[in-house]
């Protein structure tokens, strides 16, 4: 069994507790980290403790642990799961406080959680699936990878109750992302993926499939792209830390590549398992 991470100590999991008081139970003023691991080594570590640093700094909250304490945190979480395939969660909340205020003192110690979970890698491209088209209802700061989900949470339930894999944002009439994704398309070769602003999340897996493309001598498009481009594109996949390459064959019920897995996307697929970690975080 994995141990829990709690401010410092390490803990079983049904001992470890927090504050009814935490700021991060009464309003989600926090924010999180996903860490995959491949047999005991993280995918990207120092890009996902930027990102983690980038969120930090965003909301104001000073980071707890240098790059390679939390390094440290994330592999001792990693070796209690079999094989070390884990998924490593990272959650810091600005802190405790009483009597519950709006705004926040000054002097609050924040609190620091970190889990694992166990997860198998994809050994081969999963097949197409079917995604929702929906507005993105969500705040304007999706850049920053907060603990605030509801927003996602309610837009995973509505493309979950029409049979969809993942929903697909659009805002006004723009694409951005998923509930918990980042998406792309292909058009006569070129791969496209909206850029990186305040309405997406800077997905590390995004960018790792980015740097894939490269690789393979695939032209790349980082640019805003509308929901009638997309319907028109070629092939239609969308990327995050556990699903890695996910093929689309279906937006709503429109068929995309006649809802079979396009060559680029199956390139990148098997581009990325290539490139998985088998090596030392750190250099």
């Known amino acids: ?21 935490d700021r991060g139970f009464l309003f989600a003023d926090g924010i999180y980290e996903v860490v995959p691991f491949y047999q005991g080594y993280p995918l990207e570590f120092e890009a996902h403790f930027a990102r983690l640093e980038n969120s930090l700094q965003a909301i104001n909250i000073p980071n707890p642990h240098t790059q390679t304490e939390w390094l440290s945190i994330c592999q001792t979480l990693a070796e209690g799961i079999a094989n070390a395939n884990a998924i490593i969660y990272i959650q810091v909340t600005r802190g405790a406080e009483y009597p519950r205020q709006h705004l926040p003192s000054n002097s609050l110690t924040p609190t620091v959680m970190a889990t694992a979970s166990a997860w198998t890698p994809p050994e081969t491209t999963a097949p197409p699936v079917r995604v929702e088209l929906m507005d993105d209802i969500r705040w304007l700061r999706c850049d920053i990878k907060s603990i605030s989900l509801l927003g996602n949470i309610l837009l995973k339930q509505q493309a979950a109750q029409c049979g969809a894999f993942e929903p697909i944002l659009q805002r006004a009439g723009r694409i951005t992302e ?106």
């Open 178 to 283: 998923g509930a918990s994704c980042n998406y792309f398309m292909v058009k006569n070769g070129v791969l496209f993926t909206p850029p990186k602003d305040n309405l997406i999340l800077p997905g590390i897996t995004r960018d790792w499939v980015l740097s894939l493309a490269h690789q393979c001598g695939i032209p790349v498009e980082e640019q805003a792209f509308s929901v009638d481009d997309l319907m028109q594109a070629d092939e239609c996949f969308l990327t995050s830390s556990t699903r890695e390459v996910q093929p689309v064959g279906f937006i709503g019920e429109t068929a995309i590549a006649n809802a079979k897995l396009g060559p680029i996307t199956e390139q990148l697929a098997q581009a990325f398992r290539m490139s998985r970690p088998q090596g030392p975080a750190l250099a």
């Open 1 to 21: 069994m994995s141990l829990v991470y709690l401010n410092g100590q390490w803990q079983r999991p049904e001992e470890a507790a927090v504050s009814v008081f």
